[in-house]
């Protein structure tokens, strides 16, 4: 029965990839039937996951044989069953959300791509976490990376595009080859492709897992190899890169969990780099993410926090317990885990609404927008949402586990090692920084983008989006609250007794206390009204220009962390007389230093570059060298084989 229910789910999903290209009926019948069976598929998916998730039942799909060897089979157990879900549920949403949303482009045929192409990706994701051995993670792996890639190229025309999708293709395929450099030094060591537990050496099971880490980091977007993921997810449609930066990048912590946890024995080095890596991705997301005024590029870095908020639970959880303190780690690894389904949900909230706003005023730029609140109110009220639930306020779901993080992270003074204890309250501190940052970054960007009034005339006449492009936020936005104020009861009924406030009643007390207050002043208040306006500093008339700006904003914290944003300040200045005591006119202007950029990539492509110019000196056309060089190789390759003979 669940083998026919996965089986269901995955034809209804590739009946939507193949649909869009049926050009059958009038324009965008097609279109609209294979989306409605994407939807139809992915409530299969989380019916399914859900049964598993409460039966606790481990499901094995016969293999299909590709070659000798080289299979592709699935097993779905309760960690994939997890990942399954989350992936189900914003993939849900996102479809909902397409419906209208792509029918804004130009074109029936880049419709149609973009449908097939959205579902091919969501359906990859899907085989990846329910693979059972590691040529069909890779399979299916790249299949994901090839789909996305095509669709950060979706507006290939635009430079900026093209830009983005040749960072991403680089660095996804740098991902690939440690995965496969990983897989490849498994195979050799166990002589098996399969996920399970290997038995290994130290030495070869720390090679491995540096592979594994590497190529994973890339595509969960760790720094120092979150170059592309800025990039990328500005570039994409926005239903896109709500499911790059909700699921996809969690499918790379998937597969860190999956062969960190069930294939290999971590190591107490393992998660101090884990955290490391998680430590450093948060607090320089975070700070990254305040000085952007791009609304979408903004939120791609508070991927990067996020993930690091994730392996800071998960690299907490591998040191606790090879120092035998199970209980603490259980709660880091909740706490971890939990944080993937709540970025997950909040996530694409956001970057469904922020596309909602770009799709009504044609900016990106906050700086452009304002006034949004009265002209989208319930876009305004559904990103708000994500907003609190992002910044870790109570009592929506990202407070709750940062909470269960901060808590495990607290009680690191039953760590015996004085280094452990230093690295894991510096850890926390660093974490407690991350969130007050991101609660700044919020205020700017929700109210810069929503409030006081419009700063341009795209804002100014903007208007709400149609049902099904708030139906999808809703959805989410719904599960913000739900997974908030009934976390408590959520692990309760899973079977943990977890050192977590009870929200629900909490919350309770709360809205009572806001129904009385409003009560006594709807009846004992006056109800005579006064208006006038603000004082403008002796200007008359106030526009929009007039309002606080997010670069205001912005400033005290670019020049507190100046020294990471690297600022460099370029002044021109005309002069009327060579003693310069008369100023004709001049320009001053501010640039953030792209670090990581041009300190570690652009070393690196050039070398490579270099490198690749002296080997094609080597192909000269000429065939009396191509056959030198296969003598020169045959004779190497004979050398090496009777060495070992």
Same mark, same amino acid.
């Given at each position: ?32 039937? %294979?989306?409605? #069976?994407?939807? !139809? ?5 989380? @019916?399914? +996951?859900? &049964?598993? =998730? ?77 693979? %059972?051995?590691? #040529?069909?993670? !890779? ?5 994901? @990376?090839? +789909?996305? &890639?095509? =669709? ?92 790059? +930066? ?400």
């Amino acid at each position: 029965m669940l083998s026919t229910a996965f089986y269901v789910g995955a034809a209804l999903l590739l009946l939507g990839t193949v649909l869009p290209l049926v050009r059958i009926g009038g324009d965008g019948v097609m279109r609209r039937i %294979a989306l409605f #069976f994407s939807m !139809l598929a992915l409530l299969v998916f989380i @019916s399914f +996951s859900v &049964f598993i =998730l409460y039966t606790n039942q481990q499901v094995y799909l016969a293999p299909y044989g590709i070659a000798p060897g080289l299979v592709l089979s699935f097993r779905i157990d309760r960690l994939a069953a997890f990942f399954i879900l989350l992936i189900s549920v914003v993939a849900l949403s996102a479809s909902i959300y397409s419906v209208q949303y792509i029918g804004h482009w130009h074109g029936e045929k880049r419709k149609n791509i973009l449908t097939g192409l959205m579902n091919l990706f969501i359906a990859a994701m899907l085989f990846v976490v329910s693979s %059972a051995n590691m #040529f069909a993670f !890779l399979f299916f792996w790249e299949i994901m @990376s090839m +789909s996305s &890639f095509a =669709l950060v190229l979706f507006e290939y025309e635009k430079p900026e595009t093209r830009k983005a999708g040749l960072f991403y293709f680089i660095m996804t395929q740098l991902s690939t080859l440690f995965l496969t450099a990983g897989f490849l030094g498994l195979n050799a060591v166990t002589g098996s492709f399969a996920i399970q537990p290997a038995d290994i050496g130290t030495g070869a099971a720390g090679v491995v897992f540096l592979a594994l880490f590497v190529g994973f980091g890339i595509k969960a977007g760790v720094i120092p190899f979150h170059k592309w993921l800025p990039y990328a997810h500005t570039a994409s449609p926005s239903n896109i890169s709500a499911l790059m +930066s909700g699921v996809m990048i969690k499918v790379a912590i998937y597969g860190l969990m999956r062969f960190t946890l069930t294939v290999l024995q971590p190591e107490t080095w393992w998660g101090v780099l884990i955290l490391v890596a998680g430590t450093l991705s948060a607090i320089l997301g975070v700070i990254y993410a305040l000085k952007e005024h791009d609304i979408k590029r903004l939120l791609a870095y508070h991927s990067i926090e996020n993930i690091g908020i994730i392996l800071i639970g998960f690299g907490a959880y591998i040191i606790f317990t090879n120092n035998n303190l199970p209980d603490i780690a259980m709660l880091c690894l909740l706490g971890s885990l939990f944080h993937v389904l709540n970025h997950a949900v909040f996530k694409s909230l956001l970057f469904l609404t922020a596309g909602s706003v770009v799709y009504r005023t044609g900016e990106r730029n906050i700086e452009d927008m304002g006034g949004l609140v009265k002209r989208m109110p319930y876009t305004a009220l559904f990103f708000l949402v994500g907003a609190v639930s992002i910044s870790g306020l109570p009592p929506f779901n990202g407070f709750v586990s940062e909470l269960m993080i901060f808590t495990a992270l607290l009680q690191s003074y039953a760590l015996v090692d004085p280094f452990m204890k230093v690295l894991m309250l510096s850890s926390l501190a660093i974490l407690a920084l991350t969130s007050a940052l991101a609660s700044a970054c919020f205020v700017k960007a929700f109210g810069i983008t929503f409030l006081a009034a419009p700063r341009s005339d795209n804002a100014k006449n903007a208007k709400e989006v149609g049902k099904y492009m708030l139906l999808g936020p809703m959805i989410l936005a719904f599960l913000c609250m739900s997974l908030g104020i009934f976390s408590y009861q959520i692990f309760a009924g899973a079977g943990y007794v977890l050192p977590i406030p009870d929200l629900l009643l909490i919350g309770s007390f709360l809205a009572a206390a806001y129904v009385l207050a409003w009560f006594v002043l709807k009846n004992v208040s006056s109800s005579a009204e006064r208006m006038g306006e603000t004082w403008g500093c002796g200007i008359l008339t106030q526009t929009g220009r007039n309002e606080y700006t997010a670069s205001g904003y912005s400033q005290p914290i670019v020049r507190i962390f100046s020294s990471i944003y690297r600022t460099k300040e370029v002044r021109e200045a005309t002069y009327f007389d060579e003693s310069k005591s008369l100023f004709v006119q001049g320009s001053a202007e501010i640039h953030l230093v792209k670090f990581f950029e041009e300190a570690l990539y652009l070393p690196i492509a050039r070398l490579v570059n270099s490198l690749s110019e002296k080997v094609s000196r080597l192909q000269n056309w000429n065939l009396d060298t191509y056959l030198a060089y296969v003598f020169i190789a045959a004779v190497l390759i004979m050398v090496y084989v009777g060495w070992f003979i």
